[in-house]
């Protein structure tokens, strides 16, 4: 069965994207910092890296709100992740799952009897930029898409937060990231293309500290591709660390394959 690559949009922002951030149960809020204003790119770059932490598994439960401007909907799902390897979903029931690792992107839909089982290429078209398992995965843990290391950027002050962009623009896309004060975790990361009205903006509203670790709180995502938007707001509860894991997966026999245009 063929896809349109607008049908396809709605999946790739469910079935992908809903993984990008976490809220805990029993957390604390952090509390927002305070900006140092003679505080240069490379210092607020050096501290951000200086804040990342190592764990084996992340699971629990998420919740999920989507609009797409006609229609709305509130969904609950469990969550599973092996730091590196993979990312796994599941609706109640199992109606629709999906399964991560850094070399395949996979869901089916009970409800219509389809899967799609490929690499990463159709996020890249929808985004504009090419993404892989490393680029998803930090996007889950407050950590920005492209290696800020990478290249040089300037800074200002935005909205209290440290903003950076960098010294030379790109030429198929432009990027800012803005980093909050107390914890140098990502506050937003916005990749656009004006020329072909696309927009994704990732804001992080704050952050919870769950035993020695900071992780994001809520997030808000904007999508949008020319004349459709898609706003996501992601939830995680009960959240643990480091339990063993297994991640259950097998496509059902008879389902139809969605290929894209």
Request: hydrophobic share 40%; aromatic share 14%; glycine share 4%.
């Amino acid at each position: 069965m063929v896809y349109s690559f607008k049908r396809l949009q709605k999946w790739s922002l469910l079935g992908i994207f809903v993984v990008l951030v976490f809220s805990c149960k029993s957390t604390s809020v952090i509390k927002s910092g305070t900006v140092d204003e003679n505080m240069t790119a490379k210092a607020v770059i050096r501290n951000h890296y200086y804040s990342h932490f190592n764990f084996k598994t992340l699971s629990g439960k998420m919740r999920i709100d989507y609009s797409d401007g006609e229609s709305t909907q509130s969904v609950s799902v469990s969550f599973r992740m092996e730091k590196d390897k993979a990312i796994w979903l599941s609706a109640p029931l199992g109606i629709v799952k999906a399964y991560i690792t850094p070399d395949r992107v996979s869901f089916y839909n009970k409800l219509d009897n389809e899967y799609f089982d490929g690499n990463f290429s159709y996020l890249s078209q929808l985004l504009g930029t090419d993404l892989n398992f490393e680029k998803v995965q930090n996007l889950l843990l407050g950590e920005p898409l492209f290696d800020l290391r990478d290249e040089k950027y300037m800074v200002e002050i935005a909205n209290d937060n440290y903003q950076l962009k960098p010294k030379k623009a790109g030429e198929l896309f432009k990027i800012l990231f803005q980093i909050e004060p107390l914890n140098y975790k990502m506050a937003a990361q916005q990749l656009s293309q004006p020329w072909e009205k696309r927009l994704l903006e990732i804001n992080y509203k704050n952050y919870q500290k769950v035993n020695k670790w900071i992780l994001p709180g809520e997030i808000d995502i904007l999508a949008v591709d020319g004349d459709n938007t898609n706003n996501i707001t992601v939830e995680f509860r009960n959240m643990e660390f480091n339990r063993a894991l297994n991640f259950p997966y097998n496509i059902p026999n008879g389902f139809k394959e969605i290929v894209l245009n």
